[in-house]
Structures are given as structure tokens and as C-alpha cells.
């Protein structure tokens, strides 16, 4: 275990921030785009393999947005540059609060976020999941999107995170999660944002993950995810490729067509020496392959962290050193990594006593969210909602079954305006439509923050803010 890093007082940290902030000048974007080519990612020109980590600091229990704190990320960018690692996944955010300090931050390390867009008040419903795709909650995630398209470091969203469990009843939520996954794909372009890709986190289940791979890569393009991921702990050091069965799922997934990386990794049954990390960035691995992101950066009740936090100062723990080793010993793969240009879509899978879903039917979307592709979401609701209740039982659910194409950016906003479109549910305008969102002006917070992130990574220390 590393020992715990030297503290800098306050004023040090501030004193050195003052001296820089003054050359400090807005600039450009220093990361490129991440985009979809084929059944891997690039940016720009290069292929883009994740290597990063799952970060919520309090998890579920004490729920916050870490992106929305700017100290946090000030103590926690210089770690996450120890590491090495390229990307985040947060899983909750605030969407009712600016976010721009930590995003600059992030990028001014070289790191990017993948985003999951639901939160414990506003997500569809496992158990009923009908009421559940409502307008209210397609309002925030809207307003989530609108949150974070503007950063050039925003990687992906995911439109669902284990919705589908080791239960067969489960399933019976495919169709939502993928009406969720169409609307928000519908709604970036609608909106003319980039086409930041849209994917599903699958829960470790064996019965039903590769039909959720297929379904959620069958039908119209309108229809299919942008990628797929899915969360795997059946590498338990001491292991191997094929001791974990890692080689099984290679070969089982090396005809699908889109790029797939593993949402959380790294199981704790054991001393965990991170041995996968070699495999997954591998020769193996990445014709199939793009990465993955280790559960998890804080140490929580579930005993998987990297560090412990306590308050603006934080402790490497000895898995923060084991994976650093894993990092520095692997090297990023250079060239394409062996991936596939082009590819064809999934069959949708069967329905059998694992699966449920009988067709590849989806619900349209509700027709009070339809407005919000024209006018945009307006305001999100926060993480505590606009009364507390969420969305789950707001009412305004879908009423119809959509036509395949019907998701195509241009087919609900036609609808919108009046003509004529199958599938959106309705062809009217809602008179509640939400004001349009207004975009935050920037201050000097992001460049300040950026300043302290180097700072702290240069001198080695973690940052008292």
C-alpha cells in the first residue's frame, strides 16, 4: 500500500492558483470527439479504448453529484492521473446544476465521462415498467442530455444501468429500455446536437446477457443501441483468460456489430491483482474489445474502492497501487486493435423461458415528451425532483405501440409541427411544454480548477480545498 500523500495547506493551493490564473485564457477543446466506427470507437482518426473507473463517491446511500463538485474533482482528478486512466463513468448527476468546472477539469487531464442519464427518482420501474416511460421521466432525461452534449469530453450516455436481472420476469422491461434508448437518440439529433453514442449497461447474467446484446442490436437503426456494455466479475484473481471463461465470451460476441467494453470489472472475491487488465487491452481481446471501466474509485460499504475519502482528502488504498501496476505494465494497443468496419445487425432473440419479449415491438413515445424535441426539456428536476415524488407514477405513459423507423430524427418533429407520423403517440404538441434550456455563461471556475488539478498532479500531493 502507498503511503498516504503529503497534504498541501490552503493557502499554498490558492497562492500557486493566483499566480497562474492570471495567464489563464479561455481555449479551445484540447480532446477530440469520441465517435462509433464499426464495432469500436475512435477519436478522431485513432482508435479509443476505455480504460477507466466507476466513480460515485457516497454511492447509492448518500447520493450526490460528483461532477457538480468542484473541490471533489480538484482532490480527485490528481488520482485519477496517477492511474493513468482516460475516462469516467458517474452514474447519477445533478441535471438542475452547472457542471462546467469539473468538465473542463476532467478534459484539461485528458479524461472523459461516460454518463448514465437516470437517478432513484426518475428510471423505469423493473417491476412495472409501463407507467414508468412517462413524459416526466423523458423530461429529464432530455434535460440530462442537454446538461452534458456540450462538452467535447462527454464519451457516451447510457440509457439504462442492470434494469434487466438474473430474473426472467425481468426482461419484460427490453422493450422500454430500448423506446428510452430510440428517444434519446431521436432527441440529440432533433436538438442538432453530435451524435454521442447511446448504449445499455447489462447486469453479469449469464441466462439473459446475450439476448439483451441481440435485442438491443435488432431492428431499424433508429431502433438499435450505438454500443453495448455490460458489468463482469468472473475474472477473480488468481486467474487467467480462460480460467475466467473471458475467451468463451470473445468468441461468442465476435460477430456482433457494435462496440462493446465491460460498464464494471474487477472482482473482489480475492486479493484483487487486476491480471484482466493485460487481457482485455490484449491481441485477444480488442478485435472484440474496447476497454473497460474498475468498480469502483471510493471505498464504500461493499468493499471495492481504490481510495478512501475523507472529506477534501483521500488515501490510496492497496488496490489504488495494484491497478496503477496493472496500468504501467500494459500498454495502451496501438493501430485498430483487429476491429471490424463493418458489420450487420443482430437478430432480435427468440422468445424462450429465459426471454419474454415476443417481438421487437416498441411502446411509442409518450405524447407529452414529443414537444421536447422541438422546443427542448427545459430545466431538469435535480436529484430530489420537483416534489420529491419522481417520475415513476407521474402519469402521461405510453399509449401506443411505435412503427419501426419511427425514431428517425426527423419523424417525431414532424409530428410535432402537425403532419402526419405512426408512432409517436400523438401528433400534438403539448401545451406544457418546458422553456427552452438557456446554456450557462462561463467563468474563471473551470480554468482555475484546471490550474489546480496540474498543480496537484505535478507536486505529487492531494489537494485541501
Excluded at 422493450?175 to 434519446?184: C, G, Q
Excluded at 460499504?301 to 500494459?330: C, H, K, R, W
Excluded at 485498430?336 to 411509442?364: F, I, R
Amino acid at each position: 500500500m502507498k503511503g498516504f500523500n503529503s497534504i498541501l495547506a490552503t493557502s499554498v493551493a490558492f497562492n500557486a492558483v493566483a499566480t497562474f490564473a492570471s495567464v489563464l485564457a479561455p481555449r479551445q477543446s484540447s480532446l477530440p470527439t469520441v465517435s462509433v466506427k464499426g464495432n469500436a470507437f475512435f477519436a478522431g482518426s485513432n482508435r479509443f479504448y476505455i480504460r477507466g473507473i466507476d466513480y460515485q463517491p457516497g454511492g447509492s446511500s448518500q447520493l450526490a453529484d460528483p461532477i457538480a463538485d468542484a473541490a471533489g474533482c480538484a482532490r480527485d482528478i490528481p488520482e485519477f492521473t496517477k492511474l493513468g486512466i482516460n475516462a469516467v463513468r458517474v452514474y447519477s448527476v445533478d441535471n438542475s446544476v452547472n457542471h462546467d468546472s469539473c468538465m473542463n477539469a476532467l478534459e484539461a487531464a485528458g479524461i472523459y465521462l461516460i454518463l448514465d442519464v437516470n437517478s432513484p427518482l426518475y428510471s423505469i420501474n423493473r417491476q412495472d415498467p409501463a407507467p414508468s416511460y412517462n413524459a416526466m421521466y423523458l423530461q429529464s432525461v432530455f434535460a440530462t442530455i442537454d446538461s452534458f452534449a456540450k462538452y467535447s469530453n462527454t464519451l457516451a450516455f447510457f440509457s439504462g444501468n442492470e434494469v434487466i436481472n438474473e430474473t426472467t420476469a425481468s426482461t419484460v422491461t427490453a422493450p422500454y429500455i430500448k423506446a428510452v434508448t430510440r428517444d434519446m437518440k431521436q432527441y440529440i439529433g432533433d436538438r442538432g446536437y453530435r451524435q454521442i453514442p447511446v448504449g445499455y449497461s447489462a447486469a453479469d447474467v449469464t441466462t439473459n446477457r446475450y439476448e439483451t446484446a441481440e435485442y438491443m442490436n435488432c431492428g431499424t437503426d433508429d431502433q438499435r443501441s450505438d454500443f453495448f456494455a455490460f458489468n463482469d466479475y468472473s475474472w477473480c484473481d488468481p486467474s487467467s483468460y480462460t480460467i475466467s471463461g473471458w475467451d468463451q465470451k470473445v468468441a461468442l460476441f465476435s460477430n456482433y456489430s457494435l462496440p462493446i467494453f465491460l460498464s464494471e470489472y474487477g472482482c473482489n472475491t480475492n486479493t484483487r491483482s487486476f491480471q484482466e487488465v493485460a487481457a482485455l487491452y490484449g491481441s485477444q481481446m480488442t478485435p472484440v474489445y474496447s476497454g473497460g471501466l474498475v468498480y469502483e474509485y471510493s471505498q464504500e460499504s461493499n468493499d471495492y474502492g481504490l481510495v478512501n475519502i475523507n472529506g477534501n482528502s483521500v488515501s490510496e488504498l492497496p488496490d489504488f497501487a495494484a491497478l496503477q501496476a496493472a496500468y504501467q505494465n500494459t500498454s495502451m494497443p496501438t493501430g485498430d486493435g483487429g476491429y471490424k468496419s463493418t458489420g450487420t445487425p443482430s437478430n432480435c432473440p427468440a422468445q424462450s423461458s429465459t426471454w419474454l419479449p415476443g417481438t421487437d415491438a416498441l411502446p411509442a413515445m409518450p405524447a407529452g415528451a414529443v414537444t421536447y424535441l422541438s422546443n427542448g426539456a427545459g430545466p431538469g428536476p435535480g436529484l430530489k425532483g420537483n416534489d420529491g415524488a419522481g417520475s415513476q407514477n407521474a402519469g402521461g405513459a405510453s399509449s401506443g405501440t411505435a412503427t419501426a423507423g419511427s425514431g428517425q430524427v426527423t419523424a417525431t418533429a414532424a409530428a410535432a409541427s402537425g403532419s402526419t407520423a405512426t408512432g409517436t403517440g400523438s401528433a400534438t404538441a403539448s401545451k406544457a411544454a418546458a422553456a427552452n434550456l438557456h446554456m450557462p455563461s462561463m467563468s474563471l471556475a473551470p480554468f482555475v480548477c484546471g490550474v489546480v488539478v496540474v498543480l496537484s498532479s505535478m507536486l505529487g500531493a492531494t489537494l485541501v480545498l
